[in-house]
């Protein structure tokens, strides 16, 4: 697929099919594709949760009001915020970490179009209640959720707002 | 498969228990929010007991296309706010018509 093709066909998927994802794939959306965002002062910081327990993601959902459609997998893209502020100074986590953390999403997101699957990334959760439920050390912080499955549902492009660019000085 | 009326109580407490626990996370993140995520998620619930409902048998004619409705509201929220608007006043249409089938207390 060429790569505005892939870019402009993403969507945000809400409902899945109840097909598994396998594990290969799944991993290959981190170490093929997330982690090779761009990372601020090259701190790798981010860590990723690859959640497909059933039990796990049903209690997941229950404190993601933003998590939709049930999906058979998510991927939890959380920061070391010690190693952040270790490798970015105040800025790490207060502003790089979020960054790298979206740059990595966006690639995962990419790469399962590609792989014809579907995706979501949502910041509608329960930080703490996330944490507890996958028993994340309070240093590793969740940043986003994406919902990883094969869409049973794909919405409609929504119209982009194209007077969003100015050349140069701000008109 | 056939489950005995202990086993359904504690599947309906146990489902009721975990909507609980969404509106009171939902409350929690709400506050920092879209302010069209509030009636969003009260969609949400809204189809998350039709869904206890018709899983336990209590549903009612209109039901079906009620939580087909709810779907459909649920999907709009990102087409923007006249279309989820648009959908809001469906369902309260919706609301109408099960409102007319009661004629008494308990006869819905």
């Known amino acids: 697929m060429e790569i505005l093709n892939i870019i402009q066909g993403r969507r945000s998927i809400r409902r899945y099919r109840p097909d598994s994802v396998n594990l290969e794939q799944l991993q290959a959306l981190v170490l093929e594709a997330g982690i090779w965002a761009p990372s601020a002062g090259n701190s790798q910081s981010w860590r990723f949760a690859v959640v497909t327990d059933p039990l796990l993601l049903h209690k997941i959902e229950l404190v993601s009001p933003g998590l939709l459609g049930s999906p058979p997998a998510l991927i939890v893209i959380c920061q070391n915020l010690e190693e952040a502020k270790l490798k970015g100074g105040s800025l790490g986590p207060q502003f790089l970490a979020i960054a790298d953390a979206a740059m990595a999403a966006q690639n995962i997101m990419l790469y399962a179009h590609a792989l014809g699957l579907g995706t979501c990334v949502i910041a509608s959760f329960h930080r703490g209640a996330l944490q507890a439920i996958l028993g994340l050390p309070h240093s590793i912080t969740p940043f986003f959720v994406v919902s990883v499955g094969y869409p049973e549902f794909t919405p409609k492009t929504p119209i982009r707002k194209k007077d969003v660019i100015w050349f140069n000085e701000y008109k | ?108």
């Open chain 2, 1 to 108: 498969m056939n489950i005995n009326k202990d086993q359904r109580t504690k599947q309906i407490f146990q489902q009721l228990i975990e909507l609980i626990c969404y509106i009171i996370v939902s409350a929690r993140n709400l506050l920092q929010e879209s302010k069209l995520y509030g009636p969003l998620r009260m969609i949400e619930v809204a189809g998350k007991l039709t869904d206890i409902l018709s899983c336990e048998g209590l549903d009612f004619p209109l039901l079906p296309v009620f939580r087909e409705h709810i779907e459909t509201a649920i999907d709009s929220v990102v087409e923007g706010e006249a279309s989820f608007v648009a959908n809001l006043d469906s369902l309260v249409s919706d609301v109408i018509s099960i409102l007319a089938n009661i004629q008494k207390e308990g006869t819905l």
